[in-house]
């Protein structure tokens, strides 16, 4: 479209005579952005905040953030005349008097359940198609950052209520606070203005909660969406997506109107979650006190690998000196601090340590299939086993109550399969990577199943192969080598330099065992019609390859072996 239309150049003439900025619209505002579906996963999030900051607005006119005592003479009659704090008294006075209060509540608890949830899978997009990359890691590091935030904010607005429910976790992060070597005890007690639970900590979380995060999170979000402007949007391979384009919608009214609707789609959600899905009844939880504790209770589920860490580890201690050098609690410390630890750290150094391994410099904007890096895709699926694991154990009551099985078993066995679950996770997910490879292959080999089946002249029955429409095979066909550092010696038998020493020998055999490539998808060797997935035929093909090849008559076989082929060449840095 060469002139842009009325709607448009309309809002931009108006500007433009004010403070000259048609050209800024007119460019910013045809931007192109790719229709991948995956795309808008990272959406939610934004959704979810909008609806985040509405909802907790709301919230804000009627909840006081006080620890005050008071005696309840409130509509709800199982808690007339008991005493609570003036926090959990405005909660039963937004759920129970405020018009409209407790939707707006359970709006914006499912809300914040989902915002987290969409930052996890949005991350593991960008993690899984490798779209982190130069020239994206600082746009990573900003999103790992919004992720461990919203873990923050998400446990101060928890424990606003100051019901039993929030109250119990509160007690564990003033515990976990108090296993800090050296200044938990100090924290704690800043934290708390002295001995737990003190008359301070709500109004404190408080500014935490509405103030502080809020205001961390929204200039993050704002500059996560400026580089992802500047730098441009990733996008999938197919026909005529190159590393120099972007192949999709513009801006406006393509993409806006999409959003728009998105946006409409999430409200519709979170509002459904919260009319018909009740969360947090905390009316029947009672007021918090430190004497009290319900059985059964379960954090909201981004807090759960918390609460499984601290059942499964063993009542582990340190003793200083003896006693009088002071008590390292390993069984509080190691589960707070080293999980989630493990995680954040692994996110933050990825993109820094597969450069390193890969010796890949250059810029990517297009996404990888998950399948065609099959370690990196282990690597992310043994991480999301493991916090699985830890998830799943934080209700190893629950499961021991209602299938009548011994608690002591539960643990034992979760101690067990948080080493062996994320393995064996990482084996099956490699081996998945390499079987959807080989379909690729197959794919590209043979063309797709037409539906049509054929009788060939010594009564063989086979099903026609047709060859895939331009999109699918450029799709499959976008498959590159996961690059490779150069090993081989030079003439004089020289190694690289990258190569020399006990440091760059272990780095070049880790970039062979990480990078090349796995499955080729070119033309192999075969011409019989063997049955498809023996790898030997029937006596009309050559015996060899792997099963494929190719079976139904078509006299083409394809070297689908998924051993770890020879090491390519290293591939250059695209032309400028």
């Known amino acids: 479209m060469e002139t842009p239309p009325k709607f448009i150049s309309g809002p931009a003439r108006f500007l433009d005579d004010r403070i000259g900025g048609a050209n800024f619209l007119k460019r910013n505002l045809r931007k ?6 995956s795309f808008l996963l990272g959406e939610i999030a934004l959704y979810t905040f909008i609806i985040l900051l509405l909802t907790g607005t709301f919230l804000t006119f009627w909840f006081r953030p006080s ?6 003479d409130g509509p709800y009659a199982p808690l007339l005349g008991v005493q609570m704090s003036e926090a959990y008294a405005s909660a039963l006075e937004i759920s129970f008097e405020v018009r409209g209060g407790l939707l707006m509540r359970q709006i914006h608890h499912w809300a914040a359940l989902l915002f987290v949830a969409s930052l996890v899978i949005h991350m593991l997009r960008v993690f899984f198609t490798g779209a982190y990359r130069k020239p994206r890691e600082i746009n990573w590091l900003i999103g790992i950052g919004l992720f461990t935030l919203s873990l923050f904010e998400g446990l101060t607005g928890y424990s606003l209520p100051d019901d039993l429910l929030s109250g119990a976790g509160l007690r564990i992060t003033q515990g976990v606070l108090q296993s800090i070597p050296l200044v938990g005890t100090y924290v704690s007690f800043f934290l708390f203005n002295g001995e737990y639970p003190g008359e ?3 109004e404190r979380f408080y500014a935490l909660h509405i103030l502080l995060i809020p205001g961390i999170l929204l200039a993050l979000i704002t500059a996560h969406l400026a580089l992802m402007w500047v730098q441009k949007h990733t996008q999938m391979p197919g026909k005529g997506r190159t590393e120099r384009n972007v192949v999709g919608a513009p801006l406006l009214p393509a993409f806006m109107g999409k959003s ?8 519709a959600v979170v509002c459904g979650l919260a009319t018909f899905a009740q969360i947090n009844p905390i009316w029947l939880f009672g007021p918090y006190t430190p004497a009290d504790i319900s059985a059964g209770s379960q954090p909201d589920w981004y807090m759960g690998f918390l609460e499984g860490s601290l059942r499964l580890m063993p009542p582990w201690e340190i003793n200083l000196f003896g006693t009088a050098g002071g008590t390292l609690p390993l069984s509080v410390l190691i589960p707070a601090l080293v999980p989630l630890g493990l995680i954040i750290t692994g996110l933050v150094l990825f993109p820094f340590l597969e450069r390193w391994v890969t010796g890949d410099r250059r810029e990517h904007h297009i996404a990888d299939r998950p399948r065609n890096n099959p370690h990196r895709t282990a690597i992310g699926i043994s991480a999301i086993t493991f916090y699985g694991v830890l998830w799943l154990l934080g ?8 299938f009548h099985v011994s608690l002591n078993w539960t ?23 390499l079987g959807l490879q ?8 043979h063309g797709v199943e037409s539906g049509v089946i054929q009788r060939l002249p010594h009564g063989e029955f086979i099903e026609v192969h047709t060859k895939p429409s331009d999109d699918i095979e450029a799709h499959v066909r976008g498959k590159t080598p996961v690059p490779m550092l ?15 020493g006990p440091l760059g020998r272990l780095r070049v055999k880790m970039s062979r065992a990480y990078g090349g490539e796995k499955i080729r998808l070119g033309a192999g060797h075969g011409d019989g019609h063997g049955p498809h997935g023996d790898g030997h035929g029937d006596g009309h093909g050559d015996g060899h390859g792997d099963g494929y090849g190719d079976g139904y008559g078509h006299g083409h076989g394809t070297d689908l072996d998924d051993r770890d082929s020879p090491p390519p060449a290293r591939t250059g840095p695209p032309e400028r």
């Open 395 to 402: 209700a190893n009551d629950l499961f021991a109550a209602n």
């Open 486 to 500: 150069p090993s081989a010696p030079d003439g004089d038998g020289v190694p690289p330099e990258v190569a020399r």
């Open 260 to 267: 728009g609707a998105y946006l409409l789609f999430t409200l």
């Open 438 to 445: 080989r379909s690729d292959a197959a794919v590209a080999a």
């Open 200 to 202: 301070t900590v709500i």
């Open 411 to 433: 643990t034992y066995i979760g101690r067990a399969l948080i080493f062996i679950a994320p393995a064996l996770a990482y084996w099956i997910t490699y081996r998945i990577c």
């Open 32 to 37: 192109i952005f790719p229709d991948h579906w």
């Open 67 to 72: 620890m005050g005592h008071v005696i309840y």
